[in-house]
Structure formats: C-alpha cells, structure tokens
C-alpha cells in the first residue's frame, strides 16, 4: 500500500490547542467494526462500553522535560535538542539544527551544568551524545529541560501535569501517550468498580511513534526501536485473560503495539524489559487486542495505519471525515475514537 492512502485534509482549526478542564468530558466517536455503524458520545460514557471480565490496558510512562535549549562549545551556536531515549550514559536525541552538531561537538545546557559530547551520527537529525556532566542526569534534566509538546500546539501549556496521564509513573516518554489523558481518577475508579481490570504496561515514545513516513511505499517505512516493560503481574493477568477468553481493550497505540509485540515474539505473555520496532499497518492480524481506545492521529502517520489495520481503512478514513464534519478537536489534546 502507499502512504497517500492514509492522507485525509484537516483543517487546521479543530487542531486542539489546550486540554479541556475536565479531561473525561472530551467528546467520543465509538466504531463498531461489525455493522461499520459510528456512534456520537462522551468520554465519560466509555463505562456503557465496558463490562466486567474486561481488561483495560494503560500505558504507565511518564514524558520526559526532553527538550534542552543550548549552546554548542566554541560557537556557542544555539542548539535544541529533543531526548528520545536515556541509556548507560548517553542519550538518543532529535538536533533541531543538527547541521552543527558533528562527532566530537560538545553542547551544554545551563551554562555548563549539563553537557554532551557527540559521538555518533545516527541519521540526518539524530545523534548520540555522551552526557560528560557528573550528579544525577534526571535531576538535572528536571532543573533545565522543559516538557517537549508537539510543534502543530502553538499555546503555552499552564500545568504541565495536563500533559501526563493521571496514573503516569514510569519516567522515559519524549511525548504522552495521549489516548490515556481523557481518564480521571473518578472515571478509573468507576471503571474498577465495574469489575473491570486495569493492567499496567509501560512503553517509552519515542521516535518510533511519531517520526513521519517519508516513504511512497509501506513496505518501505523502518520503525524506530522502543523500550517496553512488562512485570510478572501484568504478564500473568494478561495470559488468564486470554485463556478465559475475556477481552483486552488497549488504551492507545502503544498499549497495543507492546501487547502485540510481545505476542508475535512469544506467543504469550511474558515479564520482560525488551524493545519493540514492530509496524502494523493493513495486513496484520491482531493477536491480544480486541478493542482500542485512541485518539485522532495525524495524515500519513503510523498510528493512522494501525488502526487502519485494526479497523480498516475505508471505514477509519470515513470516520475521519465525519468527525471532521461534526467538529471533533483532533491531536494530542482532542478527542478520542473506540473501536470496539
């Protein structure tokens, strides 16, 4: 297939700017993939969905303060860099202006609080740095880095906790895992009391979920890798769930791409801390998941095609317009889709 396929015009209005102050009372477009039917509700009546037996899947990480604004040593030419991942001592990144960051490039941050050395050029706006700053690198990361939104949200964000979920916990995301943001307290609590399980996963995003694809053909595009981690609790709930044949109902794309790695590699559930690279686009037979909660993507993006997979893509891009049609706030602050 081609990636103009999963192209659709927005109009640049019903991009959302701000979260809404109530994060549960964002609007619902709920897809039945049997009879194509598209229902009109509200977050919050996600409870008329759910039954109990059923297993909701969240994505536990927490975003980063990623995005660093410094200088690079001798120059002092500005650099801005966005941390993908956080490994032994060093750190993937995206260079805005990556043209004068080369290997041996020294940047540093805070008038010399933080500072990386590049070591490797990994593609043409990617690098790996070795942080050279001594004390703890989250600590200091919290002290200079700011909270990375995505560049089509032109607004200042006032509380930056909007941009988390309510159960974030696991430190490691250079953006939310949005579909999570429309839970509140409340709305878990009543989802629970329902008889309905909450698992946790955790999956870093990364450059693997939101990198555009630049290329004409599907088979072409190469996903970049993600750290995912399962615990021996969620593995052993996750397992007992498909055994009984009760369903999993993953909250965004990256519950459902860590369930379904984890299932193509096993063939099961298991505790581990692996990554993933995995693209689902039209093709793929779903193994673990059985209903997704997402929200609105971008044209031409991976996530499009992976509920394009799920659902199909005549049927999601229909979808697409009708929400256009009626008004629905798409991105990472918009509304939310459920394909059941």
């Known amino acids: 297939?081609?990636?103009?396929?999963?192209?659709?015009?927005?109009?640049?209005?019903?991009?959302?700017?701000?979260?809404?102050?109530d994060r549960s009372s964002s609007r619902l477009l709920v897809l039945n993939r049997k009879?194509?039917?598209?229902?009109?509700?509200?977050?919050?009546?996600?409870?008329?969905?759910?039954?109990?037996?059923?297993?909701?899947?969240?994505?536990?990480s927490r975003v980063l303060p990623a995005r660093l604004f410094g200088v690079k040593e001798g120059t002092l030419a500005h650099v801005e860099i966005l941390i993908l991942k956080i490994m032994d001592g060093q750190v993937e990144c995206m260079v805005r202006n990556a043209k004068v960051v080369r290997v041996g490039t020294i940047v540093q941050f805070g008038e010399g609080k933080l500072r990386f050395e590049c070591v490797e050029i990994l593609d043409l706006g990617l690098r790996l740095f070795k942080i050279l700053s001594e004390g703890i690198?989250?600590?200091?990361?919290?002290?200079?880095?700011?909270?990375?939104?995505?560049?089509?949200?032109?607004?200042?964000?006032?509380?930056?906790?909007?941009?988390?979920?309510?159960?974030?916990?696991?430190?490691?995301?250079?953006?939310?895992?949005?579909?999570?943001?429309?839970?509140?307290?409340?709305l878990l609590a009543q989802i629970e009391a329902m008889g309905v399980e909450l698992v946790k996963i955790t999956l870093h995003v990364g450059l693997g979920t939101f990198k555009p694809v630049d290329a004409d053909e599907l088979s072409d595009h190469k996903m970049h890798e993600e750290v995912y981690d399962v615990s021996i609790e969620s593995a052993s709930r996750l397992n007992l769930a498909i055994h009984e044949k009760r369903r999993?109902?993953?909250?965004?794309?990256?519950?459902?791409?860590?369930?379904?790695?984890?299932?193509?590699?096993?063939?099961?559930?298991?505790?581990?801390?692996?990554?993933?690279s995995i693209f689902i686009s039209p093709g793929y037979s779903f193994k673990?998941?059985?209903?997704?909660?997402?929200n609105f993507h971008l044209p031409k993006s991976t996530l499009v095609m992976l509920v394009s997979a799920f659902a199909n893509r005549e049927f999601i891009l229909r979808a697409y317009h009708e929400a256009i049609q009626e008004h629905y706030r798409f991105f990472s602050f918009?509304?939310?889709?459920?394909?059941?």
């Open 1 to 21: 297939m081609k990636t103009q396929d999963f192209n659709f015009e927005l109009p640049q209005s019903l991009i959302a700017q701000h979260p809404l102050s």
């Open 35 to 60: 009879d194509e039917s598209i229902d009109h509700r509200h977050f919050k009546d996600i409870t008329s969905y759910l039954k109990a037996g059923d297993v909701l899947v969240v994505n536990e």
């Open 137 to 186: 690198f989250l600590e200091l990361l919290n002290e200079l880095g700011h909270i990375p939104l995505p560049p089509y949200i032109k607004e200042q964000l006032e509380n930056p906790e909007r941009y988390q979920t309510v159960y974030a916990k696991n430190l490691g995301s250079a953006a939310a895992p949005t579909a999570g943001l429309h839970f509140t307290p409340e």
């Open 248 to 276: 999993i109902i993953a909250v965004g794309t990256t519950s459902v791409r860590t369930l379904e790695s984890q299932m193509q590699k096993h063939g099961k559930f298991v505790a581990e801390m692996s990554s993933t």
């Open 288 to 294: 673990a998941v059985n209903a997704i909660i997402t």
């Open 334 to 340: 918009g509304d939310a889709m459920l394909i059941l």
